[in-house]
């Protein structure tokens, strides 16, 4: 492989990579500081990119990207919804709600379960405009979503440092704790939530707007490689403050979309690529276990060889 291959692989890696960051980002704010598994979150992604769609090619490019977060919190709200005023199961509701927007999704595309993009004005097309004489002319695409993750990750440094976000942190926490303390845990969760998919449904529309299309199938799988790149991340910067977790996060998922990207350049076939991500997702997972019982295996090795 040719180093400008290379480079252009890191490159593609690195742009897909921090796309889908903002949808780590969100399982960062619900799974790791709410303590909620979302498993809406493909449909949620899918939401966002077809919403964001449909804006920009009635001729908002920008109003999409706040329509589709919009649209998020309304995905977000219905799931919390569900289960802190409904008592239904935290899984459950994410699954229903799942279920449910794929028939939304196809609704706000117009029936269609393609929307093209192609002659549509996005917020890449207009970037490219914007630094058409510029060094950074070759860079629109990279330099819109390093801003955008940028943005994120500022607020949500920002957030979970507030009253309301160290509530939401306590409630992941301590629920029962957070009850005695005259905080209302609906409302922390809710706001988590609706938070949480505001940033899967930025994450649809940027990719559907770099990509140029849409299609109902966006977001199949997004919860495993959003997971997966979570855990990743954690393995790397998973302790201290809010802001290196989650330049841990953004890292882990630009490793898992390179090693994704790497597969593909080697001519796997496509249906092999499911099997890629799971197991990726099970180093992920099961790496900090065998790290912290490697010293015991090697011993029992060693006493093994002894004999």
Known sequence: MTLPAMLSLGQTALELGLICSLTVLALFLSYSMLNVCDLSTDGCFTLGAAVGAVVAISGHPF???????????????????????????????GIIVNTALYSINIAVMGGSSLLNMNRTDTVFTMAKKFFADTPLAGQFELVVVIIAVILVIAFLTLFLGTRLGLAIRATGNNPDMVRSSSINPVFTTTVGLCVANAFTGLSGCLLAQAQKSVDINIGQG??????????????????????PRAIGVVLGSFIFRLVY?????????????????????????????????????????TAKKGE
């Open 63 to 93: 109003l999409s990207i706040p329509a589709a977060m919009l649209a998020g919190v309304c995905s977000g709200f219905v799931t919390a919804l569900l289960q802190t005023r409904m008592g239904v199961d935290s899984l459950l509701a």
């Open 222 to 243: 997004i919860v495993t490689i959003a997971l997966a790149s979570l855990l990743i991340g954690s393995t790397f910067l998973g302790r201290g403050g809010i802001l």
């Open 261 to 301: 990207t790497i597969a593909l350049r080697f001519n796997m076939p496509a249906f092999m690529l499911k099997l890629v991500s799971s197991v990726i997702v099970v180093l992920a997972i099961s790496g900090p276990y065998l790290k912290s019982h490697f010293p015991m295996i090697y011993r029992r090795l």
